[in-house]
């Protein structure tokens, strides 16, 4: 009785590569993938969606530039201080101008109030 054949490794005997030494490459060099989508009918262009995607360890993506998740608010709580922090200040203004504006009006109608009674005074 013969039993069948093992079907070979992919990566040769003993010295495969496992998922954590692949990923660990590709972090390290950092991989792009793009890609476009388009839907045309009869020649005219429906739909386009532009597809790129950025695999690379935050080291990796830094030495490219890439940093966005440091300012959204969503992912960093320092941009979020800092968000709240910018629409705290631009409160603060807006109230002051209408503490300003509703003074100017609290003096404008005493003056003309005054300026009525000084009238009537005067009159015979």
């Not at 054949?5 to 692949?22: E, H, S, T, V």
């Not at 030495?63 to 200040?89: C, F, H, V």
């Not at 609290?106 to 109030?113: G, K, M, V």
Request: hydrophobic share 40%; no cysteine.
């Amino acid at each position: 009785m013969t039993t069948p054949g093992r079907l070979p490794d992919p990566y040769g005997q003993g010295g495969g590569a496992n998922l954590a030494d692949i990923l660990e490459r590709v972090l390290d060099k950092g991989i792009v993938i793009a890609g476009d989508i388009r839907i045309n009918l009869l020649d005219i262009e429906l739909l386009t969606i532009k597809l790129r995607l950025i695999v690379a360890s935050v080291d990796k993506a830094k030495e490219m530039g890439i940093d966005w998740w440091e300012t959204d608010p969503a992912l960093s709580s320092r941009a979020r201080r800092d968000e709240l922090a910018r629409e705290n200040a631009e409160l603060r203004e807006r109230l002051a101008a209408l503490e300003e504006l509703e003074a100017g009006r609290d003096q404008e109608p005493s003056s003309t109030a005054s300026a009525q009674e000084q009238a009537h005074r005067e009159a015979p």
